[in-house]
């Protein structure tokens, strides 16, 4: 695995407090993504790299609420990061889901596959060619994210323990994961990829 530090983007999607654990939706140990995220976030930025996070930000009443417990409404505590994860590295943040009819998934575009969130064209003047994802949640917005960004043409990276899965309908996250190697996404850990850019 080749990785040029300067021309790489750590993404962190969604590490809000709704989505951990007390949160809203929360997923199952999701605040376990926090640690090796800002170990990758110093070290990425110490190197010249980005560091961009996104935000899931619903207006009151939001179109998801219909499928989802109501979640990350603007301006909220649980639409907040959570509070250890480290955002000095962070030069970037995407609020997504804003729009009331529209739910977003993908940092990259809302769900209707084609209205942008700024993220391509942001990271492609930055030169970047490798995108590293870590976050909530593997089979939803992880899942979204890579799939898009490989699509764009990013070499992209799932940080294998930095990322937690709803799992629901059961065997969501396994397919997820399956889904994503088969379309050439690579699967490393934080300590492989701290290996390569110290």
């Given at each position: 695995?080749?990785i040029?530090?300067?021309?790489?983007l750590?993404?962190?999607?969604?590490?809000?407090?709704?989505?951990?654990?007390?949160?809203?939706?929360?997923v199952?140990?999701?605040?376990?993504?926090?640690?090796?995220?800002?170990?990758?976030?110093?070290?990425?930025?110490?190197?010249?790299?980005?560091?961009?996070?996104?935000?899931?930000?619903?207006?009151?009443?939001?179109?998801?609420?219909?499928?989802?417990?109501?979640?990350?409404?603007?301006?909220?505590?649980?639409?907040?990061?959570?509070?250890?994860?480290?955002?000095?590295?962070?030069?970037?943040?995407?609020?997504?889901?804003?729009?009331?009819?529209?739910?977003?998934?993908?940092?990259?575009?809302?769900?209707?596959?084609?209205?942008?969130t700024?993220?391509?064209?942001?990271?492609?003047?930055l030169?970047?060619?490798?995108?590293i994802?870590?976050?909530?949640?593997?089979?939803?917005?992880?899942?979204?994210?890579?799939?898009?960004?490989?699509?764009?043409?990013?070499?992209?990276?799932?940080?294998?323990?930095?990322?937690?899965?709803?799992?629901?309908?059961?065997?969501?996250?396994?397919k997820?994961v399956e889904?994503?190697?088969?379309?050439?996404?690579?699967?490393?850990?934080?300590?492989?990829?701290l290996?390569?850019?110290?």
């Amino acid at each position: 695995m080749n990785i040029n530090p300067q021309k790489t983007l750590l993404l962190l999607v969604d590490v809000q407090n709704d989505f951990c654990p007390g949160g809203a939706l929360a997923v199952n140990d999701g605040n376990a993504v926090v640690a090796p995220l800002n170990a990758l976030s110093r070290a990425l930025t110490g190197k010249g790299g980005r560091v961009a996070a996104t935000q899931d930000w619903h207006g009151a009443g939001h179109s998801s609420f219909a499928q989802w417990p109501v979640h990350c409404v603007q301006g909220t505590k649980g639409a907040d990061f959570h509070e250890n994860l480290d955002l000095k590295p962070v030069s970037i943040i995407i609020r997504k889901g804003f729009r009331q009819e529209l739910d977003s998934y993908s940092a990259f575009f809302e769900n209707d596959s084609s209205t942008a969130t700024g993220l391509e064209g942001c990271i492609k003047q930055l030169n970047i060619e490798t995108v590293i994802i870590g976050g909530l949640a593997t089979d939803y917005c992880v899942l979204y994210s890579a799939m898009d960004c490989r699509r764009l043409g990013f070499n992209t990276i799932v940080v294998s323990d930095a990322v937690r899965g709803v799992g629901q309908p059961e065997g969501s996250v396994e397919k997820a994961v399956e889904t994503m190697k088969s379309n050439g996404i690579q699967f490393c850990t934080s300590q492989e990829i701290l290996d390569i850019i110290k």
